[in-house]
């Protein structure tokens, strides 16, 4: 069986891809330091403990495994904390890519696809996003995702390594069947702690800003179901394997949503209200982010398939109903 490495293989993104590799004939070997992760989350191949930027524990883990492909998602991803630490994100994000890219090329490992975010592209000029829309991040964390970027099409020079760079836009739900879902401590993201609000586990949603230039208020965003982005990975790998060209795509639906938007489906899905506290704007949130789309489709034959609002917010709902780990 053709072993995969998957970097950041026991969080939220990571797992959802150990789940899609193992359906399509892959052996996920999960490479996490479990700072984030969790162990409970690795269910479909090997966990192997270790942390990015450990060149040796790296070597070992590729001579022991011998995988074909790696696919990138451990990286530290909030962007407050990047404000706060940005010598620590650019080390972990950075340097670990970089040394990660060192330990493939050591080990003859030709074959990557990097975990890179809307983030780069700041606060756009123009909507939608595509690829071509200059990159401008706005923060230390889309700095960090830029500077990895970079990195791999400097190693990719050699003419040894294919890539492709799948830039998410806002990964939401769960796994359809319960097996994983979102576990972040703390929770920054909006659906679960808006689904934590309606199911009565937080006193109130704060709503980060009503006052934007969108048509309600508050900020809109494209959401894509975390199954979705899973298989586009898997996806990737096929077409890597078809072609050397490199690949860069945005991941979402083509479609934004508001927050108020996304209040009003979790109501209708939970037949609950969802109690609000309205709040001051987050620092960095650009009012309105949301992609073409037309790339993945194009160059992977990918379509979202989980992605409209209400199976991303059931498939949440089962996660934290009934599955999660206390
Ligand atoms: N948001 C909010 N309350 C929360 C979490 C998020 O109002 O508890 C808003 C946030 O300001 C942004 C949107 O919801 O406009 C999506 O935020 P999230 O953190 O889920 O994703 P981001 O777009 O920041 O990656």
């Not at 934004?256 to 939970?270: F, P």
């Amino acid at each position: 069986m053709r072993a995969a490495l998957v970097t950041g293989g026991a969080g939220y993104i990571g797992s959802h891809a150990c789940k899609a590799l193992a359906r399509s004939g892959w052996h996920p070997v999960s490479y996490d330091d479990l700072s984030l992760g969790h162990r409970a989350l690795v269910k479909w191949g090997p966990l192997e403990e270790g942390d990015i930027r450990d060149r040796a524990r790296l070597d070992a883990v590729f001579a022991r495994w011998r995988p074909q492909a790696v696919l990138h998602f451990a990286a530290l991803s909030q962007v407050g904390a990047s404000v706060r630490q940005p010598d620590l994100y650019c080390d972990v994000n950075v340097a670990g890519t970089e040394c990660l890219l060192g330990a493939m090329q050591t080990a003859g490992v030709d074959t990557l696809v990097f975990s890179s975010t809307a983030a780069v592209y700041g606060v756009p000029a123009h909507l939608p996003i595509t690829e071509t829309t200059p990159v401008a991040p706005t923060n230390p964390y889309g700095e960090t995702k830029v500077a990895a970027e970079a990195a791999i099409r400097r190693a990719a020079e050699s003419g040894k390594l294919r890539y492709a760079i799948l830039r998410y836009f806002n990964a939401a739900g769960g796994d359809p069947d319960g097996e994983t879902g979102e576990s972040h401590e703390p929770e920054t993201h909006l659906i679960p702690n808006a689904l934590a609000a309606a199911l009565g586990k937080a006193p109130a949603l704060e709503l980060f800003g009503d006052d934007y230039p969108t048509p309600d208020g508050t900020c809109i965003r494209d959401y894509i179901h975390v199954s979705d982005v899973a298989e586009a990975h898997v996806l990737a790998l096929s077409r890597l394997a078809e072609s050397p060209a490199p690949v860069v795509c945005d991941l979402g639906t083509g479609k934004g949503v508001s927050v108020r938007e996304i209040v009003a489906a979790i109501e209708a899905v939970t037949g609950r209200a969802v109690p609000i506290r309205k709040a001051p704007r987050r620092p960095g949130d650009p009012p309105v982010l949301y992609t073409a789309a037309q790339s993945a489709q194009r160059e992977l034959d990918w379509r979202p398939e989980r992605s409209d609002l209400t199976s991303i917010i059931r498939d949440a709902l089962i996660w934290q109903t009934s599955c999660k780990p206390t």
